[in-house]
C-alpha cells in the first residue's frame, strides 16, 4: 500500500547507480574528548570563548570531560545517508532500538527515537543546545523527526546519569544536539535516496537564512524543511514473502472452532468423503473454514480439501492454514514540513536578549492485517453454509451457537493515520557576570504537541453484534447483509452499518522555566575553582481525548480507550562544583573533582535527590584518567501517571521458546512435574472440561488493558564510569594525531516503572520463575488473566503500572581516531587519510520484571522490544570507518558489525528451542565532492552487498526489523549550495 509519491524512480535510480560506484562513507564520529574548536560551545559560554560540554553546566577553556562522550560532527550525520537524527546516530554501538521507520505494523507510532544502552526511549533525555525540548509522546519522549536538521552542528552523547546536572530522565545518558549560532547567508540543502529496488523514495529539501544587523549587535536565522519519505510493502522483499504467516487461526475466511460442543466424527467423515478424503483424516477438535465455492476444509490439525488461497490470504504449512502477512509494510511513510527560528540581541556589551521558535508537522500511517474476534452465530442465522449444517446437527447440543474465528478482511486491513504537530517557543536572556568571570542566563519555554490518530477498518462490535442475530442475516439493517462464512463483499450500506473509523486526539504540554548563573569561587593549588547554580520549574500535562466509539469500546481491531487527562510539575534547585585540587607535580599535571546536587520536588512524587561526584586526573600531558558515580532518577511521566485504561494486543511469546499459553497440551507446564497443578489452574481459569486434555491452541496474542497508577515514585539509579584517554602528539607525522579512549559503565535502576505486561503474567502465574510455586488461581499474575469459558481462549490480560523490578547493565567502550596527514609520504600537506572505530562490548543486562525477583541476563540476545525484553543486545558492536580527505575530495567506507546473538526467550528460559543468529556486517560507501567553499555534492550507497536480515527465532520471514537492515541496498544523492 502507497499512499506517498514515489515519482521518476528509473531514471534517478539509473543516474544515482552510475554515480554511486565508488562512493564510500565517513567516519560517524570524533574523538572522545578531543580538543574542541573555538565556538563549540552553548550559549552560556559562547562569547568568552568558554567552552559548556554535555554533562556539565561549568564552562571553562580547554574543556576536557570528566564523563565518557562522543561528538558527532555535522558532516558525519550527513553522511549516513539518512532522511532522520534517529537513523543516523542509532548506528553508533551506544544505542540500541528506539521507534524509527522499520518498526512498522500494529500500534507502531511512526515516530523517531532513541535508545541509549537500551535501557528504554525514555530513560535518556534528549535536549537542544542544552535545553529540554517539546516531548512527543504520553513517555515524554522527544521525537527527533521535530528536530531542525539543517541548523544541526554537532551532536554530543555522554554515558552515565546526569540527573544532577539535568533533572529527571537522565539515567542512561544525555544525547545534547548542538545548533548553529548567528549563522549568516543563503543556505540551500537537498537529498534524494532509494532503494535498489525502486522504492522506499526518501527526499529532503531545506533552506536556511540568516542575517546580522545592528553593526552585528543582533542576528535572525530561520530555517524551513520538508521531507518526504514513501512506504515499502512486506510482500516486495522475497525474504519477507517466505514467512508463512500467522498461527492463530483467525483467518479471513473464518473458522468454526467446534469447542467442547464438537460435531460427531461420523458427520465429519461423511462430509469429507464427499471431496475424496480419507475417514478419520479429519479429526472432531479440528477448525474447519470454508473455499470459495462453498465447500469447506479442515484448517489444523491436518489440511483437508483446500481449494486456493483466496487472493493470496491463506497459506498451507500442510498441519495448518495460516494468515498470510499481505498488508504489513517495512517502512512508515514520512510527510513532514518543519521551520525554525532564533533571534538575539545585544543589549550591551553584558546583556543579550534571545528568543526562538521550533514547529514540525508530519504525517505518516502504520497498517496491518485486519481485526478479529471471535463470533458466537445463532443457528438461525441464515448465512450458515449448508455443507455446515450436518455437522451442527450431530452434535451434543445442536442447537448451541456456532463459534467463529473470523479476521475482517472485507473491513480492509487497520490503518492508524497520524498527524503530529508540535512546536515550542522559547525566550530569556543571558549575559555576563564580571565579578565572577562567569555568565547568567533565565529563560522561559512553552511548546505543545497535538497527536491526531484516526483508525479506518475498525469493526463496530454492536453493529456486529446486530447482524449476527438477526434472523435474515442483517438484510433488515443494511443491503445484503453480513456472510461471516468466507470472504464476501460487503454493500456500500452495509459497509457504511459495520465498519467505521474512530479518531483520537492527544495533547501534550509543556512550560518550563529556568534560571543559571556560573562563574569563579576562589583560587585551590590546582586552580580557580568554578561553580553552576540555578532553579527551576517545569509543568507537563497531558490530554487523551478518544471519541464515542473508542471510549465506548465498540471496535473489534482497535484498542479501546477512556478519555482521561492530568498534569504533574516540578520545582528544582541545583549546585554544581569544579575543583581543581592540584597541578603541575610530578605525575599529577591536573587533578580536578567535580561535585553536583539536585533537590526535585514534584508535586506527586514528592521530594527527590540527585548528586554526582566525578574525578580527572592527568597524570602526564596526554593521559586522562576520568570516573565517576552519580545518582539519577525518572520520575513518572504523564502518562504513567494518568492513562486511563486502555486496550492493546501484546502477544504472550510462541510455543517454541516454552511461551504462548501455558494450558496448551504441549507446552512444557503441562507436561512437567507440575502437570497436574498445572491442569487444575487451566480448569480454575475456564478451559473447559471436555477440552482440557486435548486442548491445543495456538494462540500467541490476546487483548489487554493497561491502565495508568498516580502511586507511582520515581525511578532511582546509580552509574558508575571509569575510563582513560590517551591522546599524545608524537613529533611522527605518522603519530601527530592519534586519540584513544576506553571507558568502562555500570548502570542500576530500581523501581523501574513499567506494565505488567501480558507475558509476565502469563509465564509468572503459572510458576515459570517460581513466582506461583502451588499454582494458586488467586495468584496476583492469574488475577489479570480472562479466558473465554467456552473457548478456553485467553480473552484480555490486565496490565497495571506499577514499580516494578529494576535494571543493571555492564560494558565498556572503545574509541580510537587516527589521522595521518599525507605529507608524511610527500603528497599534499592538505590531504590526509582518517581512520575511527567505535567498539563497545556489553558484558551483562540484566532485567529483573517485579521487585524482589530474580534477574535474566539478555546481553548477546535478539529479539524485539516489550514492556519485559530490551530488544536486541548484541556483547560486540561497533562501527568502523576509513576515509580520504583533501580540499576537494573525501572518500571513505564503512563498517558496521553486530556479534552473534541468542534467541532472547532463553534469558528466561534455557530450554527454548529457538536458534540465535551469526554476526552481521553491513558495509556503506560515501563520497563528497567540494566544488568551492560555499558548493558541494555527495552521494552514497548503504548496505553495499546488499546484504539480507538474518532469520530470527527460526521462523521464515521474521526479523528483527530494527536491528537488521530490511530494506537492502539503497542509494543517495545530496546537494549543499551556500550564497
Known amino acids: 500500500m502507497r499512499i506517498l509519491d514515489s515519482a521518476f524512480h528509473g531514471s534517478v535510480l539509473t543516474r544515482l547507480m ?64 539518512q532522511l532522520t537524527l534517529d537513523k543516523s546516530l542509532s548506528q553508533l554501538p551506544q544505542f540500541g532500538l528506539g521507534e524509527n521507520a522499520t518498526q512498522t505494523g500494529y500500534n507502531t507510532s511512526g515516530q523517531a527515537s532513541l535508545n541509549l544502552r537500551g535501557l528504554g526511549t525514555f530513560r535518556n533525555l534528549v535536549l537542544l543546545d542544552g535545553r529540554r525540548l517539546q516531548p512527543s509522546n504520553i513517555q515524554q519522549v522527544v521525537d527527533l523527526n521535530t528536530i531542525p536538521s539543517a541548523l544541526i552542528d554537532s551532536v554530543e552523547v555522554i554515558t552515565g546519569g546526569a540527573s544532577a546536572v539535568y533533572g529527571s530522565d537522565a539515567i542512561a545518558g544525555v544525547v545534547n544536539v548542538k545548533t548553529k549560532q548567528k549563522f549568516e547567508g543563503l543556505q540551500l540543502d537537498g537529498q534524494y535516496g532509494l532503494s535498489s529496488q525502486g522504492d522506499g523514495a526518501a527526499a529532503d529539501v531545506t533552506v536556511t537564512a540568516g542575517t546580522n544587523f545592528a553593526a552585528g549587535r543582533g542576528n535572525i536565522t530561520v530555517s524551513g ?8 510493502d512486506y ?21 468454526y472452532a467446534p469447542g467442547a460442543n464438537a460435531p460427531s466424527q461420523a458427520s465429519i467423515d461423511a462430509l469429507f468423503a464427499q ?23 479442515s484448517a489444523s490439525n491436518g489440511v483437508f480439501n483446500l481449494r486456493g488461497n483466496q487472493g493470496g490470504l491463506l497459506y498451507s504449512t500442510g498441519r495448518q492454514v495460516n494468515n498470510l502477512n499481505a498488508f504489513l509494510t517495512l517502512q512508515s511513510p514520512l510527510e513532514r514540513y518543519s521551520a525554525f527560528g532564533r533571534a538575539s540581541f545585544d543589549l550591551t556589551d553584558d546583556i543579550t536578549i534571545f528568543a526562538q521558535g521550533n514547529y514540525a508537522q508530519y504525517d505518516t500511517f502504520s497498517v496491518a492485517e485486519a481485526g478479529n474476534t471471535s463470533l458466537s452465530i445463532p443457528i438461525t442465522n441464515a448465512f450458515i453454509p449448508a455443507a455446515l449444517r450436518p455437522l451442527l446437527a450431530s452434535r451434543a447440543n445442536p442447537n448451541a451457537n456456532v463459534t467463529l474465528e473470523k479476521r475482517f478482511y472485507e473491513a480492509g486491513p487497520r490503518v492508524t493515520n497520524r498527524n503530529l504537530e508540535t512546536y515550542q517557543i522559547l525566550a530569556g536572556a543571558r549575559g555576563h557576570f564580571r565579578a565572577l568571570d562567569g555568565t547568567w542566563e533565565i529563560y522561559g519555554s512553552t511548546g505543545r504537541t497535538n497527536i491526531h490518530e484516526q483508525s479506518p477498518g475498525s469493526v463496530l462490535k454492536s453493529s456486529l453484534a446486530a447482524l449476527i442475530a438477526a ?18 463483499a460487503l454493500s456500500d450500506s452495509c459497509k457504511a452499518y459495520l465498519v467505521a473509523a474512530p479518531v483520537r486526539d492527544v495533547i501534550l504540554k509543556q512550560d518550563v522555566v529556568e534560571a543559571t548563573l556560573q562563574g569563579r569561587l576562589f583560587t585551590l593549588p590546582g586552580g580557580a575553582a568554578r561553580f553552576a547554580a540555578g532553579v527551576g520549574y517545569r509543568r507537563n500535562s497531558y490530554e487523551n481525548r478518544p471519541d464515542a466509539i473508542l471510549s465506548a469500546g465498540d471496535v473489534v481491531g482497535v484498542p479501546f480507550t477512556r478519555a482521561s487527562e492530568g498534569s504533574s510539575n516540578v520545582k528544582e534547585a541545583y549546585a554544581e562544583f569544579l575543583l581543581p585540587l592540584l597541578s603541575d607535580l610530578p605525575l599529577i599535571k591536573s587533578l580536578e573533582l567535580s561535585l553536583g546536587y539536585r533537590y526535585s520536588d514534584y508535586n506527586l ?5 540527585t548528586y554526582k561526584a566525578d574525578g580527572n586526573w592527568e597524570p602526564i600531558a596526554a593521559v586522562h584518567i576520568r570516573g565517576g558515580y552519580a545518582r539519577a532518577v525518572r520520575a513518572p511521566s504523564v502518562g504513567e501517571l494518568f492513562a486511563a485504561p486502555s486496550g492493546s494486543t501484546p502477544s504472550f511469546g510462541l510455543p517454541q521458546n516454552g511461551q504462548g499459553d501455558p494450558c496448551n497440551v504441549a507446552n512444557p507446564a503441562r507436561t512437567g512435574s507440575n502437570a497436574a497443578a498445572a491442569r487444575a489452574l487451566c480448569l480454575a481459569q475456564g478451559v473447559p472440561l471436555a477440552l482440557i486434555d486435548s486442548w491445543a491452541s495456538l494462540q500467541n496474542d490476546s487483548d489487554a488493558t493497561s491502565v495508568g497508577n498516580r ?12 575510563g582513560t584517554t590517551f591522546n599524545p602528539r608524537f613529533a611522527t607525522p605518522w603519530f601527530s594525531n592519534i586519540a584513544l579512549s576506553v571507558d568502562y559503565y555500570d548502570i542500576r535502576v530500581k523501581g523501574a516503572i513499567g506494565v505488567v505486561s501480558s507475558l509476565l503474567s502469563v509465564q509468572k502465574c503459572f510458576n515459570v520463575d517460581g513466582s506461583n510455586p502451588t499454582l494458586a488461581a488467586d495468584n496476583f499474575f492469574c488475577s489479570n488473566i480472562t479466558r473465554d469459558p467456552a473457548t478456553g481462549r485467553i480473552t484480555n490480560v490486565l496490565q497495571p503500572t506499577q514499580n516494578l523490578g529494576g535494571y543493571k547493565t555492564r560494558g565498556i567502550d572503545f574509541q580510537a581516531d587516527w589521522r595521518i596527514g599525507l605529507d608524511a609520504v610527500g603528497l599534499s600537506p592538505e590531504a590526509s587519510l582518517n581512520l575511527n572505530a567505535v567498539v563497545t562490548y556489553l558484558h551483562s543486562f540484566k532485567v529483573q520484571t517485579t521487585p524482589g525477583g530474580s534477574y535474566a541476563d539478555y546481553a548477546g540476545t535478539v529479539g524485539g522490544t516489550s514492556t519485559s525484553q530490551p530488544g536486541s543486545l548484541p556483547k560486540w558492536k561497533s562501527v568502523g570507518t576509513l576515509s580520504y580527505r583533501d580540499q576537494a575530495l573525501t572518500l571513505g567506507g564503512r563498517w558496521r558489525y553486530l556479534g552473534a546473538m541468542e534467541a532472547a526467550a532463553r534469558a528466561t528460559n534455557p530450554a527454548a528451542t529457538a536458534p540465535g543468529v551469526p554476526s552481521y556486517s553491513l558495509f556503506d560507501a560515501f563520497a563528497e565532492v567540494r566544488v568551492s567553499d560555499d558548493y558541494a555534492l555527495r552521494g552514497g550507497i548503504n548496505n553495499l552487498t546488499n546484504k539480507q536480515p538474518l532469520i530470527v527465532n527460526g521462523v521464515a520471514g521474521a526479523t528483527e526489523a530494527s536491528t537488521y537492515d530490511v530494506i537492502g541496498r539503497s542509494f543517495y544523492l545530496a546537494f549543499s549550495a551556500k550564497f
Do not use: M, W
Open 18 to 81: 552510475i554515480g554511486a560506484a565508488a562512493l564510500s562513507i565517513s567516519g560517524a564520529a570524533l574523538a572522545q574528548d578531543a580538543a574542541l574548536p573555538e565556538g563549540s560551545g552553548e550559549a552560556a559560554g559562547e562569547e568568552t570563548g568558554d567552552i559548556v560540554v554535555t554533562g556539565s553546566r561549568i564552562a571553562r577553556r580547554d574543556y576536557v570531560s570528566d564523563s565518557p562522550i562522543t561528538t558527532i560532527t555535522q558532516d558525519s550525520i550527513k553522511n549516513t545517508g
Open 225 to 232: 524543511s520538508y521531507s518526504h519519505r514513501d512506504t515499502i
Open 235 to 255: 510482500q516486495s522483499r522475497a525474504f519477507f514473502r517466505a514467512n508463512q504467516g500467522g498461527t492463530d487461526l483467525r483467518l479471513p475466511t473464518g473458522v
Open 275 to 297: 471431496y475424496g478424503v480419507a475417514a478419520g483424516s479429519v479429526v472432531r477438535g479440528s477448525g474447519l473454514s470454508f473455499n470459495a465455492d462453498g465447500t469447506i476444509f
Open 471 to 488: 434472523p435474515d442475516g442483517g438484510a433488515s439493517l443494511c443491503t445484503g447483509g453480513y456472510n461471516p462464512f468466507g470472504i464476501n
Open 605 to 609: 512524587a514528592g521530594g527527590v535527590h
Open 711 to 722: 502511586d507511582l515514585r520515581p525511578e532511582v539509579a546509580d552509574t558508575y564510569t571509569i
